[in-house]
Every structure is written in C-alpha cells, then in structure tokens.
C-alpha cells in the first residue's frame, strides 16, 4: 500500500473519511509575480521541448524550476524537496514518495513540518492524480500534527507543467477547485504558490 493505491477521489476520501466541495477559485486575488530572467530563459527553452515529453520531463523542465522560483522569491526560507519519501503512517496507505513537497522549514536535509503544498506531476490527464494527492495532503496534515505544528490548510497541485489544478483540505474537508489554470503565463500560477505557502 503507497500513495499510488489511491487512484481516484472516491477512494481518499472512503479510507480517510474526507468530504469534498468542488467549485472555482477558492484562493483571494493574488497579485501576479514576475519571474526572474533565469526562469524565463530556462523555460523558453524547456516548455517547447516537454510539450509532448513524458512526466518526468514535465516535472524537472517545468515544475521543479517554478517551485525553485518560489523558494528564491521567499528568501530561501522554505525547503523543496522532490522525489522525497514521505511515510507518515504505511498501516493506512500514507506511505511513498511525494512527487514534490513546500516546507514552511528553511532546513533542506529532511522534511521538518509544517508541510505545507504538495505537487502531483502527471503527463497530461490529471484526474488520476487527484486522489494521489489528497492523500499526501492528508499525510501531511498529519505529519504537521505529530510534529506539534498543526496549521489551518494544506494545499495541494495536480500539474502537467502546463496545466495546474488547485485543491485544499482543512479538517475533513477537500476543497478542489475545477479550474484548469494555465502556463504560460507563469506569473499568476508563481502569485498562487507564494501565496499558498505564506498563508497555509
């Protein structure tokens, strides 16, 4: 059992007792973030080339670079980690490697709460991907609480690189928001993230 069982919506929130509210934007108005001149070279030349590639492609042309973008514009006082495992409780499934996962922590050398957004990455249909993802959100919220660093909402990503869909889970409850949010542009999706960190 791993993070992976969890193939559809339906079966996080059967094993985790979740409910769901679907709808639009859940996040207040953010103000778009330019990137840097590093990032908009690095992705004129990357997101031609992972149109079509697979989702490992995706995630290290596209995704990592915007997360890394993320911990620059906050000072580096957040960690990134990618491919990490996250096993918080394997007797019920939260066990396995999180594609990539925003500490609130500046320490870079092991997760330390709070865990505050998780990324799925997924090549191009993203609903598999959405039941993956609460449930590392849900392992989340309870590696925050084991750590004595219970925070409000974790949020959740289900990304191709190119597209990006927004979900977050308070107490029981999974917020997915339906809209399909588009890169480029970059700087709405990088205004989304900062905000989700600063105030999860």
Known sequence: ??????????????????????????????????????????????????????EKARSEGIIYPI???????LHRQISLFSGEDFTVDEAVGLNGICDFLLSRSPEVLEIEAPAIVIVEAKKADLKPGFGQCIAEMVAGQRFNAAKNCPISTVYGSVSSGTQWRFLKLEGKTVTIDLTDYLLPPVEQILGMLVWMVQNG
């Open 1 to 54: 059992m791993s993070y992976s069982q969890f193939t559809t919506i339906g079966k996080a929130k059967e094993a985790f007792e979740l409910k769901t509210i679907e709808g639009g934007r859940f996040l207040p108005p953010t103000e778009p973030i330019t990137l840097s001149a590093a990032l908009t070279a690095f992705l004129e030349e990357s997101i031609p080339l992972t149109a079509l590639a697979s």
């Open 67 to 73: 997360l890394l973008e993320v911990r620059r514009i």
